[in-house]
């Protein structure tokens, strides 16, 4: 991938260190390091006489990291989330199914609900036509077997009602 002199882009940078951060949240060796953290502070504790101020520099330690990460996990999420529905509406728009789901991300959840329903009925139906077609296959073994089933749903908005 090239970079260019928009990548000291305030906006690039932020993204950037958002998503190495993000990366390196994730790694086990970041989550042993949390827990070595959490371990001395705990030992530490008779030492401090388990005051107020050694419960402080846990609370704040872990309030001010987790606050951080929020915000940086939220814009890797939001990337990642951004990049896969772009690559799905091109599959959409290239490919055979219904250009209708070009953009459903941005119906209502209850829309978003009922379109998941009809989608699962119909995948339903048609492994069930699948099913069919091969124990009929498997009867009469001389028969070439069907064209394998195509699903398509209606769009939300269509008119149509039923499955």
Same mark, same amino acid.
């Given at each position: 991938?090239?970079?260019?002199?928009?990548?000291?882009?305030?906006?690039?940078?932020?993204?950037?260190?958002?998503? $190495?951060?993000?990366?390196?949240?994730?790694?086990?060796?970041?989550?042993?390091?949390? #827990?070595?953290?959490?371990?001395?502070?705990?030992?530490?504790?008779? &030492? +401090?006489? +388990?005051?107020?101020?050694?419960?402080?520099?846990?609370?704040?330690?872990?309030?001010?990291?987790? +606050?951080?990460?929020?915000? &940086?996990?939220?814009?890797?999420?939001?990337?990642?989330?951004?990049?896969?529905?772009? $690559?799905?509406?091109? &599959?959409?728009?290239?490919?055979?199914?219904?250009?209708?789901?070009?953009?459903?991300?941005?119906?209502?959840?209850?829309?978003?609900?009922?379109?998941?329903?009809?989608?699962?009925?119909?995948? $339903?139906?048609?492994?069930?036509?699948?099913?069919?077609?091969?124990?009929?296959?498997?009867?009469?073994?001389?028969?070439?077997?069907?064209?394998?089933?195509? #699903?398509? &749903?209606?769009?939300?908005?269509?008119?149509?009602?039923?499955?």
């Amino acid at each position: 991938m090239r970079h260019s002199h928009h990548d000291r882009h305030p906006r690039h940078l932020f993204a950037s260190v958002a998503n $190495k951060a993000s990366q390196a949240a994730g790694r086990a060796s970041t989550f042993v390091l949390a #827990c070595a953290v959490v371990l001395v502070w705990a030992v530490t504790g008779p &030492l +401090f006489h +388990f005051s107020d101020k050694w419960q402080l520099v846990i609370n704040t330690g872990t309030t001010i990291v987790t +606050f951080l990460m929020v915000f &940086l996990i939220q814009n890797s999420q939001n990337r990642d989330s951004a990049a896969i529905q772009v $690559k799905l509406d091109e &599959l959409i728009r290239t490919g055979t199914v219904q250009n209708s789901f070009v953009g459903i991300e941005h119906l209502s959840a209850d829309e978003l609900e009922e379109l998941r329903a009809r989608s699962e009925e119909r995948a $339903k139906a048609v492994a069930a036509e699948i099913e069919a077609n091969a124990e009929a296959a498997r009867a009469s073994p001389t028969t070439k077997p069907p064209a394998r089933a195509r #699903c398509a &749903l209606e769009p939300i908005g269509s008119g149509r009602s039923g499955t």
